[in-house]
Every structure is written in structure tokens, then in C-alpha cells.
């Protein structure tokens, strides 16, 4: 069952002694999650707000709002489950003593175990205390009292050899008093424990209240008081039932509760006066402990009956008596003589007195049809109108009938309203809205049908609220009607209030609007509130709107509210609902006047489960006071620790905040947002959810805000905080990129070394070659141009002398031809050492500059052509080609005794074609008679992923063709 608010004044109708105190509601908690059992043996508030509570079942943490767990399935070390006591010591250690002897300590959430070795007994500790100066006192089912001195339990010298010791309270001077069974009332002084009353009963119970009197409960002698050294009967006590006293709590007011075994709890007020609590005497349930919070708030532990509390609230239910207290009720208005009228149930008449409402027995007839409309004489007394067009004037408890002169009768009264000019205006559902003057004439208005609302008339215009029609203005100029083209919702209105500036509040099914100047403005507010049903508005003397909705009871002030709310974050709307004492979340809609506020201040609002009653003069209680707790945060599903920075390790994937708002009450109003800086743009406005999840965080630092507060209340939201270090992985660390840059730079260097070392190699076979070509040129060239100088001068001194000189002129001849064919061979092996192109030519160009050097003076004819659009190649590719064309060049000279060659460059997109062809004798390729030159055209062929195709054959010339690819080239 879950936990279950209990309005005050409800429990007070069911015959209890005297209505509970004002402003009191209860609340029980029976099988909730964390809390699986309803017997509830201890209570505790410890110093960061928790309150602890003690089954038989384990310990359970409270915050508020939801219930955690500890026992041996969630914390083996924690090895006994049922609770007996518990105390907390300044630094912080939870105690907990069970059924089974030794104590537990739970220290910084890690649980310890203390036993014979810390100077316990072999037997289980029944109560525990601690005094103002901290220190910790524990008292065993059998021995002596014991005091924690250090890190070990030490016994309290007695003079009694056997106590049985029942009950432990200090006063507010540090004293402890100890209560046994039958041995009397001890206290502890100079570290004895001295005797300072006998009592004949076992003592259960000791408390010293604000007075200072020393209250002392008993198992069979009832509630006695400690004075001048006795034991006595206390007086006032009339009405407790002779059972005995389980447990008692002082309150700050002054008073005294009472627990008893089967007979439920008391309260002894400041003047002696005795109050029965919630369920009375007439319900059999024992009370077992007993706390008051620093908020205030009483807690109650039970046998069975689950833990229960009383919190103080704004908000008090009404009952009606009668077998129905939670009965509905519907209209409320106060008379001018202070009487609140209501109706309830099926439209029965019912009057608030002494705290509830009575049904109001009429003298006369009403009629015909039940009462349907209300509303106050401003000379006294109530205006009723029924369902079936009765209207009625009660004064003195009796009703009399309005006489109706001339003209058609009212056929069914939905609302009635008297304007400060003392006339009476009757809204009908068809016939339209009727004037009633004071003189007795009336006016009917046809086209104001199913009026619900209105405000203001008199010498003033009156404002009309029409569900169908919107918001109406009956001035001197007739009727106007303002609806969805002015910005109402289409749903019209139901509620009209107006204020002292003359600005007109429309309630509407969908939010509350602001009529001025002809148009509506709407309003924005955290979660949506402001866009719930309002059912009735009303202003206090303090300018504060109290707004009756759907969805509870908000309060905002007006001045605030003109000039906007917040869409999220922390507001000045304040809600109310059934968690503040209203007996429901929804209150009644329908005609006026669907709430109340009375001249003394006080509001009336009817609820779907009867009248709700509340004094705006006084301010609503103080919460308990509100602490930002970070519960639990999971990397990975891994539990990480609290508090510090939180590292995650490289690669976490999931990461989940639990966090939660520590308020004993009022924790289901906490609102939260969180942001992780550095990834969130902007506050995540979550409600009430207590955690938040983030997806694979990037490394590096950020910081986890979390903020929480309540609606309504002043002041900055509470905040917390927690750095979290998300490491990142080796290749994502600045120490990677700087090896990163630095391996770059060294590879780099390496390239450019290599490159250098190419550059070096190239240009030392450049010099090698050119240093070939220069000693040819100047030692064999020269040495064959100077033989044939030689020889033309010995051919031409020959010819001048005697004798035959054929002979010798053809020998010289034959010597002449080899040295020029020689000389010819020089200068072409010194262009194949050197067949670089001409700088500023292009590829054709440098074809035909190489063939006219080879080939002049052979008489060989050369023929230069191309296919597709010429276009500069890559420097190497023009030189390689350059390369194949002079070794294909030269083949046809040498080898081939061609008489003409022609020399092809194909140009295509992806590709550059040349091919050679000659007349010579021809050669067969498959034979393996290509030498040297093409072996070499073939090699470089195969490092540019080029090939070469040759067609020859003995008799029949030459045809070579080479295909380059084109690619980007690198030197």
C-alpha cells in the first residue's frame, strides 16, 4: 500500500475526542519500496537529514520522498535484520543495536561489527543514547550500563548488582536517567549510576519536556512525573487508558505524546488538556517509538500499522457529518453575517460550524428542483435558486420566495450574482441573463446564455463568463462578446475575477488569460501549470492570485504575475494539493461561486472529496529544511566514490548521477535541473527525477551542476556540484600528438635527407655523364676530326702527285668514312648520355631537335607527327618517352638501314602513346634478337606500369608503339 495523506479534520470526524489541531494532516507509509515492513522499531533523524527507521526487516534511509534499504541482501556485514535501537555520535557513525548481541557501526557506508572484543557482552543491546557532550551510551538486555570510551565499551559502576535497564533519556543539563523493571529510576552521575527512586513497575518510558518536568512512563502504573525525589501520579490524565506507556516525546510547543501498547497515541497539550491522535481509542494499535524533526514534524513508529507522521499543512479538510465526511461539495460563499454556506453531495444545503458542515434543515418550501445557485444579500442573508427556476431569499433559517413580476420566469438558474448597485443578475441556460432591480422590475438579456460568471456592474460595465461565448461586456451600449479572435480559448471562459487596477482575470479550461484593452494575454508557467482548467480566482488582502484548477490550489503574486513567471527554473507559483491537507488534487468547477475568500482573510475551495479550508493571514508552515544529496554515481554499471572528483577510467561508456533533495516533508514538491558544463547547452529542467544519465563523455574536465527547489518559495535554488575527469586514452593524450608531431618531423627529415641523397646520386651520374661526354668530345671526337683532317690533306697531296692513286685514294677514302661514321657515333653516344630535353621546348619540339642531331648526314628521311590535342606532360614522363624515342631512333640507324622513319605522339586522356616506324630490314622480336636498348625500354616500361608492343619482321621495317600511363608523377 502506498503512502497515504490523511487530511486533519477527516480523522476528526470519526467521533475522535476533540478535533486535531489546526494546520496538522497525517500521512502513513505501509509496504513501500524499501520499507517492506509495517513494523517500525526505531527512528532516527541523523545531522544530514536522513531519517532512519528501524523493522524487524532491516534499516530503511528515508529522504522524503522514497525509502532505501539496508540489509544483509544489500550489506552482508550487516548480518542481524532485526532492529532494536539507534543513535548517532558526532562523527558521523550510525549505531545499530539488534535482537542478537553486539552492535553494528555504519561509518562513511561501509558497516562494521563490534562485540566481546570492544567490551560487549555476549547478549543483545536494547537501547542506546547519546547526551549533549556526544557520547554514546548502550544498555544490554542483561548488565551493566556501558559508556564508549575510545574505540571500547566500558561498564558504568552501580551499586545494584542486577538491572534490567528498559528505557534512557538526558535532560537538558546532560544528565542521563535510567529507568529499569522493577529496580526504580537511576541516573548517572560522576560516572555511577546512583538510585534516585524505587518504583515497584517497570519503568519503559522517560522524557523531559520543555518545562522541565521528568515524565515517566510505566508498564502497569500509567504516566507518572519525577519531583522532589519521588515518583507521583500526574494529573489532567483522566482520559489515558490504563495500558501501559511504550514510548514518549516532548514537543517544542510544550507538549507531551504518549505511546501506548494497544491503545494508539496521545497528546498532552501545553495546558494539560489530553488529545486522542489519529484512529483514537476505539482502534487497537501500539506505538513503539516516537521522533520529532528539526521541522517539526512528529514520526511515528508502529506495531504493524506502518510508519506514520504528522506534518503541519496550510490546508484543512472539512468533513460533513454524517456517514459521508468525504461527501463532494460544490458552491461556497460566507453570508454578511460570517456563516459559510455550502452545497454538497446531490445540492443539499449545508452550513460550516465548529469545524465541519452541517446539513442545514430549511423552514418552508424551496422549489421546485434542488438548490443550484448561491450567493450572499448584501442586507443579509442567502439569494438560492433551484434547477428548475426557483428563486429564493433565506433569512433567519427560513426561505422565502421571490415574487416574479411580469414576464416569463426563470426556467432553470445556473448562477446568481448581486452587483455593488444591489441588483441581482439570474443566468439562465437559454432564456439568457435576467436583471433583478431592487425595485422589483426586471430586464432580460436574450443573447447572454449560459452565463457561469460574472464581475464588476453597478455604475461600472459587467463582466460575463460564458463557456460557449467567451468573456461578455454589458455596458449602456449593449452586449459585446470577446472569444477566440482576441486570443480566448476556444473553449470560452469559466471564471472571472477584478482587480483593484480594473483588470479583468479570465479562467478558461486551458489556463488563465488577462483581459485588457480589448485583448487576452496569455501566461507561461513552470510545467504547464498556468495551462490547467482554472475554476475560480481570487486575491487576498497581500495582492497574492489564489487560483482553483484541475490540478490543485496555485498561489502566485498578482504584481509578479503582470509581469511574467519564468517558463522553468525556480518561481514564485506556489502549488497546493493533497500533500498540503486538501482532501483532493481536483477541485469543483461549474458556476459561481466555485471558491471563497471571507472577509477575515479565510479560503474556502470544494474539492471532488469535499470542502477545503485554509487562513491566508497565516503564512503556510516552513518545509523541512532542504539538503542537496548526491546518493550513488555508476561508471559502467560500477559504483564510483562519494564525494571528490570523480575519474573515470578511458572509454566509460555510461555514466548515471543519483542524486536526491533531503526534506522530510515536502520532498515531493522538489524540482530539479542538472547541466554537465562543456556538454549540456542549458539546463535540464527534469521535475522530480532523481538522476541523470550521460552517453560516452569525451575526455577532459568538467563539472556536474545540480540545482533543486521548491515552487513558490524565495531565495536561489540549493545548489551542488561534482567535477568529473573523464581520462582519455593514450592516442587521445597531448603527449601522443606532441610524439605524433615529433615522428612526423623525423620522417619528414628522413624524407628530405632521402630526397637530398636522390638529388645527390642524380646529379653525380648527371656530372659523370657529362664528364663522358666531354672527355669524348674532346679526346675521341677531336682525335677522329683531326684523322680526318689528316686524311683529306694526304688525299688531297695524293692528287697532285705521279702515279696511279686509286688504290691508295680508295684505302684513304674507305679511312676517311670510318673516321666520319666514328665521329658520328661519338656525338650520338654523347646525346645518350645527356638527353635532356631543351628548356622552353615541348615534347615534339624536343623529337625533332633529337632526330635532326642523330640522323643528319645519313640521308635518313624523318617524319613527325601526332594524334588528339597536344598538352604539357610531366617533366619525367617527357623525358622517359624523350629516352625511348632516341634508343628506337637509334635501332633504326644502327640496325635497321632504314630510309625513312616516321615518329608518331598519340595524346589521350588517360593515357600518351609513341610509336616508331621505319623501312628497314626488319627483325623477327620472337627470336630474342633485341639487345640491350630494348631490354631497357622494357624495364623502364614495367616501373611506369606502361608496355610496349612491337610489329617486325625480316624484309619488312620496324613498328614500335609505347603506352604510358597518365598518373601523378613524383620526382
Known sequence: MPMMPLAPTTLAARDSVRAQPPGQGHRIWRNQPGLAQDTATALLESRDGFLWVGTEDGLARFDGAQFDRLSRREAPAFSHNDVRCLAETPDGSLWIGTSQPGLFRLKQGVFSTLGPAEG??????????????????????????????????????????????????????????????GSGLWRVRDRRLELVALSAGDITALEQDAAGTLWVGTRTQGLLTFADGRLGPSSGLGGLPARAITTLRADRGGGLWIGTEQAGLYHRMRDGRLETAPDGPQIRWTVLCLLEDRGGTLWVGSEDRGLRAAVAVPFQAVPVKGPEPEEAARMVCQDASGTVWCLTGDQALGQVREGRIEPFALTGTVGPGPISALWPRRNGGLWMGTRKGGLFILEGGKARAMPWQGGPEPDEILSLYEDPAGDLWIATPRQGLLKLLSSGAHQIFPLARGVVAMAGGGPEPLYVASPSQGVGILDTEGLHWFGTAQGLA??????????????????????????????????????????????????????????????????????????????????????????????????????????????????????????????????????????????????????????GPLVLAPGSHRLEIHYTGISLTGAEKLRFRYRMEGIDPGWNEVGDRRFAVYSNLPPGVRRFRLQAWRPGEEGPPQEVSLEVRVQPFFHQRPVFWALCALAAGLFGWWLLRLRLQQVEARSAVL????????????????????????????????????GDPVPVLTRLGRARELAAASLQEARRSVMALSPRKPEGTDLLGALRILSDRLLAGTGIRVELAHTGEPRRLDAKLEEELLRMAQEALTNALRHGKAKWVRVTVHYKRREVGLRVEDDGKGFDPAAGAAGYGLRSIRETLGKLRGHIDIDSGPGRGTRITIILPLRRWRP
Not at 664528364?771 to 695524293?798: C, K, N, P, Y
Request: with cysteine.
Open 120 to 181: 560487549l557482552p555476549d547478549s543483545p543491546i536494547l537501547r542506546l543514547a547519546t547526551d549533549p557532550r556526544g557520547a554514546l551510551w548502550a544498555a544490554p538486555a542483561e548488565g551493566p550500563l556501558l559508556q564508549l570510551v575510545g574505540e571500547r565499551f566500558q561498564p558504568v559502576a552501580c551499586d545494584a548488582v542486577h538491572l534490567r535497564i528498559q528505557a534512557m533519556a538526558t535532560d537538558r543539563d546532560g544528565t542521563l536517567w535510567v529507568g529499569t523493571a
Open 490 to 643: 476556444s473553449a470560452g471562459a469559466q471564471a472571472l475575477h477584478l482587480d483593484a487596477t480594473g483588470s479583468l482575470w479570465v479562467g478558461t479550461s486551458d489556463g488563465l488569460r488577462l483581459f485588457r484593452h480589448d485583448a487576452f494575454r496569455t501566461f507561461t508557467g513552470p510545467e504547464g501549470l498556468l495551462k490547467t482548467a482554472i475554476h475560480a480566482i481570487l486575491e487576498d488582502a497581500d495582492q497574492n492570485l489564489w487560483l482553483s484548477t484541475s490540478q490543485g490550489v496555485l498561489r502566485v503574486p498578482r504584481p509578479v504575475l503582470s509581469r511574467g513567471l519564468p517558463a522553468s527554473g525556480p518561481s514564485p507559483l506556489a502549488t497546493f494539493d493533497h500533500w498540503d491537507g486538501l482532501p483532493a488534487r481536483e477541485t469543483h468547477g461549474g458556476p459561481q461561486p466555485a471558491a471563497w475568500l471571507t472577509r477575515e482573510g479565510e479560503l474556502w475551495i470544494p474539492t471532488s472529496r469535499g470542502m477545503a479550508h485554509a487562513d491566508t493571514h497565516r503564512p503556510p508552515p516552513p518545509p523541512s529544511p532542504l539538503r542537496l544529496y548526491l546518493a550513488k554515481v555508476l561508471s559502467d554499471e560500477s559504483a564510483q566514490p562519494i564525494p
Open 767 to 802: 656530372d659523370e655523364r657529362n664528364r663522358m661526354a666531354r672527355e669524348i668530345h674532346d679526346h675521341l671526337a677531336q682525335g677522329f676530326t683531326g684523322v680526318l683532317l689528316q686524311l683529306e690533306a694526304a688525299e688531297a697531296g695524293l692528287a697532285r702527285l705521279a
